[in-house]
């Protein structure tokens, strides 16, 4: 929509009633409702779709990243409806988005490809038997489709069922089509992509390569251009086997061939991307380009704007997705309220794209990112600098996120040396993921503060818009004649409760201990726009750290880190909130059911699958905590559960033997 505007063409959004106060509605000349929140009833209703263009009379459909971007019946009925499909022609989307296809007209053209099973008999024995042939590990792959969507590995033929079965349900939820290829799985390799761009004139371009190599459930985290440690006659050949790979199928518009490419760097095609990718502000920002103006005019039936040997390669970028997901529960991905949300100052070497502000809430329909952060700078290191910087001056509350975890990917010594590949954080899993330590006394002391300084603003207000101004009761000092006040303040570092007791001096500083240790602290909230900082002294030491106390938490943002100090719950209220983790198994967030597999007097042991949930565009198996007998079955199939909702009862083997 900015592209749009700045070329002068109108834009037009469809949108979902779960996304009526979005971004992208606001920002839109126009906006039209087409369904309820679920994906299907909303915006991979074709008709819908077709029917707001012609009720706007739009003249050509942006598809975006997802949904019907890679669709073949959606850009055909654009096409009979005289409506432009701002990508590729239909045919080149069933050829590339077809894996099994893809392969053989990559392979005819000369473009190396993986081995593997690309066939039409999709029955459990033939499927099997092909990923004994090939030889484990082996990637079973739906044959539309992207995104890490209907995707597993199975390591040994003892779990390639199970597997096959997960990966068929993905697939038929994400892209209503359940076919599966097998092929060999490369050990630990990279993701190296290629953007290309093809005319309606028989031009193609490639704009250099990507390195996605990091990802979690084969999806992607951070990404870079170009990619580290590739030589330029690497980086030609990529190219040139990406530009025959589209010249193959006649494409035209944005594209993206994906290679794998192994520790020799030899690349083998893996699929295409017939769609604008989400990570393509990298490769804006080395070559000066704005893809989405060359996506329409290109659409427009014009030329690409430049020819190969005009394409420089300037810099370095990087791209991390921030979302929102639990990574030290999985990854699991979450839902909420973005009750405080502030970014890095933008400009031209830092981009942030996203569709959320301050207030809105991160919805469990779609997917959980919540913004791209996406820097430049002359080279590598100096752009990874920049991304970890901007990293810190990104904060939110009200929902968990991946920030810490990107800080410490991206500050990882074999990430900065460039040794990336798609086994990353496996293979490094005990230093992304370190034993928690102990929130240091310093800072809980600048937490206990903050909290009495919040409370003192409070207070004043209070008494500045009361008429009894001199109530010898409206004091938030902690002065008293005579005496040394002294208050204990229980604050709560992870699950571990500390006591922390205040003296307050008559100076306005505070004597603060915790155990055997005593701090001199003194500070002042300062407001800086809608932000309050924290300017404190610690023994002397003087920093600054942006402060928000929201829902019984404080939160503090320092330059080098974050910290986040509860305030205890009432024994009364945790007590509500903990029975029924105790009793059986619990939502890990807000999702539907998708399958069932148990009833009432069912037996199960220790990690049986009980039901599988959908949210968030991904499935989850929820599995037997404990063994037991199962009691009771609160959801069935197709019903919405809220994060840690009760979904099954248990009744121990003991009891239930009694």
């Not at 901007?390 to 990430?415: A, E, K």
Request: aromatic share 8%.
């Amino acid at each position: 929509m900015r592209t749009a505007r700045k070329m002068g063409v109108k834009s037009v959004a469809v949108y979902s009633e779960a996304d009526r106060n979005s971004m992208h509605v606001a920002m839109a000349d126009e906006a039209y409702c087409i369904g309820p929140p679920p994906s299907q009833q909303s915006y991979l209703a074709m008709e819908k779709i077709l029917q707001v263009a012609k009720v706007s009379a739009a003249q050509a459909i942006h598809p975006g990243y997802g949904f019907l971007s890679e669709n073949t019946e959606f850009a055909e009925l654009c096409k009979q409806q005289g409506i432009i499909f701002i990508g590729p022609p239909s045919s080149a989307i069933r050829d590339m988005g077809i894996k099994s296809t893809s392969k053989a007209i990559m392979s005819a053209a000369g473009v190396p490809v993986v081995e593997g099973y690309h066939g039409e008999d999709q029955s459990d024995e033939c499927l099997r038997e092909h990923a004994r042939r090939i030889g484990y590990p082996v990637m079973i792959k739906a044959v539309r489709g992207g995104g890490g969507k209907g995707m597993r590995i199975a390591h040994s033929e003892k779990e390639f069922l199970d597997q096959l079965e997960s990966a068929r349900r993905e697939a038929k939820k994400s892209f209503n089509d359940d076919a599966m290829l097998i092929e060999k799985f490369v050990d630990n390799p990279r993701h190296v992509e290629v953007q290309v761009f093809g005319d309606q004139h028989g031009n193609a371009v490639y704009l250099f390569e990507r390195d996605c190599s990091v990802q979690r459930r084969h999806q992607k985290i951070i990404e870079e251009a170009p990619g580290p440690g590739i030589s330029p006659e690497v980086r030609r050949r990529l190219g040139e086997a990406a530009v025959k790979a589209a010249k193959a199928v006649n494409y035209v518009g944005a594209g993206t061939v994906e290679f794998i490419m192994d520790s020799q760097h030899n690349f083998y095609f893996m699929e295409m991307n017939t769609r604008l990718q989400v990570e393509h502000p990298v490769t804006e920002m080395i070559t000066g380009t704005d893809l989405v103006e060359w996506q329409l005019r290109v659409a427009a039936g014009e030329k690409i704007p430049l020819m190969q040997e005009d394409i420089l390669l300037q810099g370095h970028a990087f791209e991390a997705r921030i979302y929102a997901e639990d990574p030290n529960n999985n990854f699991m991905p979450g839902a909420g309220p973005l009750l405080h949300l502030s970014t890095p100052p933008a400009d031209r070497f830092t981009r942030i794209e996203t569709g959320v502000r301050q207030g809105d809430e991160v919805s469990v329909h779609y997917d959980p990112m919540i913004a791209k952060l996406v820097v430049w700078a002359e080279d590598r290191q100096a752009a990874l600098r920049k991304l970890r910087y901007s990293l810190h001056q990104y904060n939110i509350v009200g929902l968990s996120t991946n920030i810490d975890f990107l800080l410490s990917l991206s500050g990882h010594p074999q990430f900065e040396a460039g040794n990336v590949h798609t086994n990353f954080i496996p293979q490094h899993h005990d230093e992304l993921f370190p034993a928690k330590k102990a929130t240091p006394h310093e800072v809980m002391c600048q937490a206990a503060l903050g909290l009495i300084l919040k409370e003192k603003m409070l207070t004043d207000a209070f008494r500045d818009q009361s008429d009894d101004k001199f109530s010898p009761f409206a004091s938030s000092t902690g002065r008293r004649i005579n005496i040394c006040y002294t208050r204990k303040l229980s604050l709560l570092d992870g699950e571990k409760i500390v006591d922390v007791a205040v003296s307050y001096n008559q100076d306005g500083s505070y004597k603060m201990q915790i155990q055997d240790k005593t701090f001199l602290i003194s500070g002042e909230i300062l407001k800086e726009g809608d932000s309050l900082y924290l300017r404190s002294s610690v023994n002397g030491t003087v920093s600054k750290s942006k402060l928000v106390i929201l829902d019984n938490t404080i939160y503090l943002f320092f330059p080098e880190g974050s910290a986040q100090i509860g305030l205890p719950v009432p024994k009364y209220l945790s007590a509500v909130s903990s029975g029924a983790e105790q009793s059986g198994a619990v939502a890990p967030m807000t999702g539907t059911v998708e399958k069932v597999f148990v009833k009432a007097g069912d037996k199960v042991q220790i990690g049986d699958p009980l039901m599988v949930m959908i949210a968030m565009k991904m499935e989850h198996t929820i599995r037997a905590p404990k063994a037991g007998v199962i009691k009771k079955v609160n959801f069935q199939e197709g019903a919405q559960a809220s994060r840690h909702a009760p979904l099954v009862e248990f009744v121990d083997e003991e009891a239930e033997s009694k």
